[in-house]
């Protein structure tokens, strides 16, 4: 089991940054592949990027590419989001996942694992 907690959203301005933060608990955690995905009302949850479980490989939506850097900290349990130039169309709830699987995916249905998500909003 592993469970899953997001923080670091918030309100910025176009332009502006954030990082968001994902803690993970249990012992297994460098074992899985994790990945940030993020739903805007009415839309359905749509990929932002994937890290490997070693962090050797990270995997990114074109929508956020060159924007956004996901990362990991294995002796820490934690997976980064560090979005930068930030749009209006960013604003969703994002939402990070442990996908057993251990290689980088953009394939929602291979996380096993998800958090209650935290909310970033844009404004323009």
């Known amino acids: 089991q592993v469970q899953l907690v997001e923080s670091g959203g918030g309100l910025v301005q176009a332009g502006g940054s954030l990082r968001l933060s994902c803690a993970a608990s249990g012992r297994t955690f460098s074992s899985y592949a994790m990945g940030w995905f993020r739903q805007a009302p009415g839309k359905e949850r749509e990929f932002v990027a994937a890290i490997s479980w070693s962090g050797g490989s990270t995997y990114y939506a074109d929508s956020v590419k060159g924007r956004f850097t996901i990362s990991r900290d294995n002796a820490k349990n934690t997976v980064y989001l560090q979005m930068n130039s930030l749009k209006p169309e960013d604003t969703a709830v994002y939402y990070c996942?442990?996908?057993?699987?251990?290689?980088?995916?953009?394939?929602?249905?291979?996380?096993?694992?998800w958090g209650q998500g935290t909310q970033v909003t844009v404004s323009s």
């Open positions: 996942a442990a996908d057993g699987g251990a290689l980088a995916s953009d394939y929602l249905p291979a996380y096993d694992y």
